[in-house]
């Protein structure tokens, strides 16, 4: 069973460093996500893309992050000079377009980020 | 504004007895419901949803969840619960406005032998 793929599954770096994580979905799903997750908390929603097209970004992300996915397939995330604060597991999770938004969305194991 | 809740922070159960975690939504349209498990430095597995028709959804591992409409609750249940089930639990809704996935701060669930 081929699942939702990310790497590396983690990753320490010092901050002011620029990090890039990886994705690879499902391969017929169309629908890709990024979240972050902090330790005891859900995952908040970083952005979303449909095919090649970013079509939302939380207003948590600020100009540090950037996301492509620039075939549609897989997913990088970027952070630029990182700070303390970005310490978290990034988790990656795609899905089907179904009708409205009834697609459960499969997930990787995330990559754990610790700046030092 | 949209959101979800898990009431509680952890549950405690016996092996081989009937488990709840508990989630209830607000939200202005129609709610598509799911349930979540996470194991340790693991990711999100999906459990079951509700989108529509019999309010008591099948999920895999022998989970269950009841939606109920005028208590706004979507309760995930087992009759008996395994070691194997502790885990973080996590209550999400799907608006039909927007492609987000709103969700709950999670529920630890440890089963005692």
């Known amino acids: 069973d081929t699942g939702v793929s990310q790497d590396p599954r983690h990753k320490i770096t010092k901050r002011g460093q620029n990090v890039t994580f990886r994705c690879d979905p499902i391969s017929e799903h169309n629908r890709l996500y990024w979240y972050r997750q902090t330790l005891g908390q859900g995952p908040e929603f970083l952005t979303y893309?449909?095919?090649?097209?970013?079509?939302?970004k939380s207003r948590l992300l600020s100009d540090r992050f950037s996301a492509e996915r620039p075939k549609g397939s897989f997913s990088t995330l970027e952070i630029q000079r990182t700070e303390q604060g970005d310490s978290a597991m990034y988790l990656c999770?795609?899905?089907?377009?179904?009708?409205?938004?009834?697609?459960?969305?499969?997930f990787g194991d995330g990559t754990r980020l610790s700046i030092l | 504004a949209q959101s979800v809740a898990q009431p509680e922070d952890q549950v405690n159960v016996a092996e081989g007895n009937p488990l709840t975690v508990k989630c209830t939504y607000s939200v202005s349209g129609n709610p598509y419901l799911f349930w979540y498990v996470q194991y340790p430095n693991r990711g999100l597995q999906f459990l079951l949803k509700?989108?529509?028709?019999d309010n008591l959804v099948k999920g895999s591992y022998g989970f269950e969840a009841e939606f109920n409409k005028s208590q706004t609750s979507f309760h995930l249940k087992k009759p008996s619960a395994l070691v194997s089930d502790s885990a973080l639990y996590f209550c999400?809704?799907?608006?039909?406005?927007?492609?987000?996935?709103?969700w709950g701060a999670g529920t630890k669930l440890i089963i005692k032998p």
């Open positions: 509700y989108i529509t028709g």
């Open positions: 999400a809704v799907y608006m039909d406005s927007n492609y987000q996935l709103i």
């Open positions: 893309f449909q095919n090649e097209a970013q079509l939302e």
């Open positions: 999770a795609s899905s089907l377009t179904g009708t409205g938004n009834n697609q459960p969305q499969h």
